[in-house]
């Protein structure tokens, strides 16, 4: 008789009955070993690690120092990009990670067929529900019955999540694994709300100012924040949804409770679309929490392709030794279990014939160390009668324990290109040395006489901005920002463009950084390094002492900065201690004394400080701690955690580079309103605020969220109030960035209709992109071109039109009539063809490109910060722990 292939369901079913026996025999077997007292280990999570004496070991420098009885899971976390490129599943993939290349080959068994059901007499009780086809789902979505949105797990509680539909500034809450429905993080799926009447109160929600226990019904979750403004990473935007306040649920007729309760909250019949409703039925409940239901999944999410954990081993030999059956060969029906790092993901099955072969073969020979190498998996299967997905392993890392492996799988997990660049990406770069072409300086306004300087980290080699300043009659100021002109280089549609758009950004950890562009290029050539000459993009402004920009200039231009300050250069001349540090100053190139510099500081630190303190009361919030760093030993492992506080000259710096991407912004929306790229921040996430003033009002503080310059004006005042209490200060102020949500780019294009979503929330500004940092960001150089293109066609419209005028699309006061014109229409067009200025489609495609890989990025420093923080603290004493936790913004720690 021939064996019949197992199915997905009856896979699932054997798992379940195993993992149900195996947890039985496993609590007899872990009753019996607390009594023993030679114990070296435990199981946590299912996960084990072997205890060791807590010190790195001499003979390998990489091995993270480890304690007793600590699992895997308590390894920090990272998260994939949710739509990022994917790793293909490849032999040449595996055979990296393999000592047998041949080993590494996935068994020709493994497709598709293999998890269908094959025999129709098993009938099984489906855990989820069917998911709805796609017809079904857009018919709904037409008839606003569901809504389509981003779907998020609360990685402290996987039972519970949330999903974010656009426009909506609440999020739906999705209660229990049931009603995730197979829903993977980072999915884009169809969601079915709940009648009004089930819809439990708002955690959070404040009647006169006193929080109810009872009220908070669900544990904090982490989210996707924006945390602090860094050299204007800080955008925001207005939402058109607002709240009415509490009591309005009166204020609904009794006619619209039908339709709540229908489920078809949205409905596109009548004014307005299901969002907008959605909008005013929120409004008009504040104290309410929509909770829905998925129904399907309309785009997989690409971190299925990549889910970082570990084997269970430990499991699979128990179960093997406690079945009759293990002196048998192993069967096609076998499997393994993978138990994801990340906790917002659901344990994975992995059937053991797909595994590759050296797992295979070290599986076979019961060996127990390879439940400590750290894999990456790919979903291939999820059945509405599968309690868990079914996998295949595509990738090992190394050991678990070892900070090297940590950290590709981190990168590997977010898609993080750290390959070298491409022969052809190189081929069209300038060698070193590389001197500016005489014919490129005649084209340019010729800086090279004016007193330049950049001032940045230490560390860095890639210096994209650098300023000047001017003192001009009437007690006015013309300050510099010189940005480096990377898109001279970067031209479109060459090889170079194609590898800079891909990468998006660089990504940097404390150790390393993996660049955008070349480092010949990046840390070279195009970076604004002292004594030497350099291209640049410049926006001079014309400032009063308040501030106000009176006048500008934007062009192309060389420049040859005269020297390198680091921002506690900057700090001790702002001080007055600059004389003291006399032999530690960098050196001078050029015609210029120390004084130069000195005088040029200052003049920009006095300006900087007028604009911070125009820009917070014309409503700017900022959040801001000091920066978590590490102290590394001489074999790489972290050993200390330190804090970095920001500084005035971290803020002189910010200061400008806000304004110039701000004016970039006004340029080339104006220029072109169809395909510009700008960077907008939405408003709070309100069921996180209404957390946040809960807890506010619980401890007797008084929060006002309804702007951004009165929830800065509240947490200024609170900290005043607090000043003597650090610790609660940090928590106040971690505590508020829960509910900012993450800055994204964008088309003007797309919302040509709807400019008040154009905005800025923490910047209080109506326009703002990034311009200043083109050799790490790749929207810069996308901004760069078309600001080359506004200045060209203005140019050619002026020489045109015989006007003497200075500027009419680049300027301060900008000519409408121009840009609309005829003429102006036609140049613009003409350079912007030039320079490669995109269609709306493809701005469009940029931006949600580069928006993933920026939050990729974001994450890979958060993770390895996680990871460090994580080695610090298994050197650390345990009275040391808590106060360490705090200020490293730990969200939980494991004390051993």
Same mark, same amino acid.
């Not at 679309?273 to 399907?296: D, H, M, W, Y």
């Not at 500008?552 to 600059?578: M, P």
């Not at 125009?614 to 700017?620: D, L, M, S």
């Not at 495609?845 to 993933?852: G, H, P, R």
């Given at each position: ?280 039925? +929120? ?26 954990? +570990? ?40 059937? *053991? ?49 070892? +900070? ?236 200390? *955690? ?148 506004? +200045?060209?066609?203005?140019?050619? *419209? ?99």
């Amino acid at each position: 008789m021939k064996k019949s292939v197992v199915s997905a369901e009856q896979q699932s079913a054997k798992a379940g009955e195993r993992i149900e026996n195996g947890d039985k025999d496993k609590k007899k077997k872990r009753r019996g070993s607390r009594r023993s007292k030679n114990t070296s280990g435990c199981v946590v999570e299912d996960i084990h690690v072997e205890s060791s004496d807590g010190k790195a070991k001499d003979n390998n420098p990489n091995e993270l120092t480890r304690a007793s009885n600590v699992a895997f899971n308590s390894m920090p976390y990272s998260s994939a990009s949710p739509l990022v490129p994917s790793a293909q599943v490849s032999k040449q993939l595996l055979s990296k990670s393999c000592p047998d290349p041949r080993d590494c080959e996935l068994s020709s068994i493994m497709d598709a067929d293999l998890f269908q059901q094959v025999d129709e007499c098993v009938s099984l009780r489906n855990i989820f529900s069917s998911h709805w086809s796609l017809d079904a789902v857009n018919q709904a979505l037409e008839k606003g019955e569901v809504y389509k949105a981003l779907f998020r797990v609360n990685a402290h509680n996987r039972s519970e999540a949330y999903c974010k539909i656009d426009g909506v500034p609440t999020d739906i809450l999705i209660n229990g694994i049931a009603g995730q429905n197979r829903a993977v993080e980072g999915d884009i799926v169809a969601v079915k709300l709940d009648p009004l009447s089930l819809w439990p109160k708002m955690k959070g929600f404040v009647t006169e100012n006193v929080a109810k226990p009872e009220e908070t019904n669900s544990p904090p979750e982490k989210d996707e924040r924006v945390s602090h403004l860094e050299r204007g990473e800080i955008d925001a935007q207005q939402n058109k949804c607002s709240v009415i306040g509490q009591g309005a649920e009166n204020c609904v007729s009794r006619n619209s409770m039908p339709l709540l309760d229908s489920c078809s909250l949205g409905e596109q019949t009548g004014n307005g679309t299901a969002v907008e409703k959605l909008c005013v039925i +929120l409004s008009s409940f504040p104290n309410k929490r929509p909770t829905g239901q998925v129904v399907a999944v309309v785009e997989k999410s690409l971190v299925r392709d990549s889910i970082v954990g +570990l084997l269970d081993v430990k499991r699979w030999i128990h179960y093997k030794e406690a079945n009759a059956r293990t002196s048998k060969s192993l069967s096609d029906d076998d499997y393994i279990q993978l138990m994801p790092a990340d906790p917002r993901f659901t344990k994975l099955i992995v059937p *053991f014939h797909a595994l590759p072969g050296g797992i295979r073969a070290r599986l076979e020979s019961m060996d127990p160390t390879l439940e400590a190498e750290l894999v990456a998996a790919q979903i291939v299967d999820w059945s509405e009668g599968s309690q868990f997905p079914l996998a295949q392993i595509t990738h090992m890392f190394g050991r678990g324990s070892e +900070l090297e492996p940590q950290i590709s799988a981190i990168l590997y997990q977010n898609s993080v290109c750290d390959s070298e660049f491409s022969h052809d990406s190189l081929a069209s770069l300038p060698r070193a040395p590389w001197e500016v072409p005489e014919e490129e300086v005649q084209q340019r306004k010729d800086l090279r006489d004016l007193c330049v300087f950049t001032i940045d980290p230490s560390t860095a080699t890639d210096l994209d901005d650098a300023l000047s300043v001017q003192s001009l009659p009437g007690g006015f100021l013309r300050v510099g920002v010189h940005i480096a002109d990377v898109s001279y280089y970067v031209l479109p549609d060459t090889a170079l463009d194609t590898e800079a758009q891909f990468r998006s950004t660089s990504v940097y950890m404390l150790r390393r950084k993996i660049p955008m562009l070349p480092p010949s290029l990046s840390d070279n050539v195009g970076s604004l390094n002292p004594g030497v000459d350099r291209l640049a993009f410049s926006i001079f402004l014309d400032l009063n002492r308040e501030g106000v920009v009176t006048d500008r200039w934007i062009g192309r231009t060389v420049i040859k900065s005269c020297c390198k300050l680091s921002y506690d250069h900057a700090q001790d001349i702002i001080d007055e201690k600059h004389d003291v540090a006399a032999n530690s100053r960098p050196a001078l190139h050029g015609p210029f004394e120390w004084s130069d510099v000195v005088r040029s500081i200052k003049q920009l630190s006095e300006i900087s400080t007028n604009l911070r303190q125009k820009r917070f009361r014309n409503g700017a919030l900022q959040l801001e701690n000091s920066k978590p760093s590490f102290l590394f030993d001489e074999h790489g492992v972290p050993y200390e *955690f330190v804090l970095y506080p920001t500084k005035a000259s971290n803020h002189l710096v910010e200061e400008f580079m806000l304004l110039a991407n701000m004016t970039a912004a006004e340029v080339i929306s104006r220029a072109y309103p169809d395909s510009a790229l700008l960077r907008r921040h939405p408003e709070p996430n309100l069921r996180k605020l209404k957390e946040f003033e809960g807890f506010c009002a619980k401890h007797g503080m008084e929060l006002d969220s309804s702007s951004s310059g009165r929830f800065h004006e509240s947490l200024e005042k609170i900290t005043e109030t607090l000043k003597d209490d650090a610790v609660f200060v940090d928590i106040l102020n971690n505590y508020a960035m829960k509910p900012m949500q993450s800055a994204s780019y964008f088309c003007t294009g797309n919302l040509k209709d709807c400019v008040a979503e154009w905005g800025h929330y923490a910047l209080a500004v109506p326009l703002y992109t990034h311009f200043t940092s083109p050799l790490r960001r790749y929207p810069d150089i996308v901004v760069h071109r078309a600001v080359a293109a506004a +200045l060209e066609a203005e140019e050619c *419209f002026l020489k045109q039109k015989q006007i003497s005028v200075r500027s009419c699309f680049t300027g301060v006061h900008f000519d409408k009539d121009a840009v609309e014109s005829m003429e102006g229409k036609e140049a613009l067009s003409v350079a912007g063809l030039k320079h490669g200025v995109p269609s709306t489609e493809r701005v469009s495609e940029i931006a949600a490109y580069c928006n993933e890989r920026k939050l990729a990025s974001r994450r890979v420093k958060d993770a390895c910060d996680k990871l460090y923080t994580w080695c610090v603290l298994k050197r650390k004493k345990a009275s040391s722990i808590r106060n360490f936790c705090i200020i490293s913004k730990a969200s939980y720690v494991y004390v051993w």
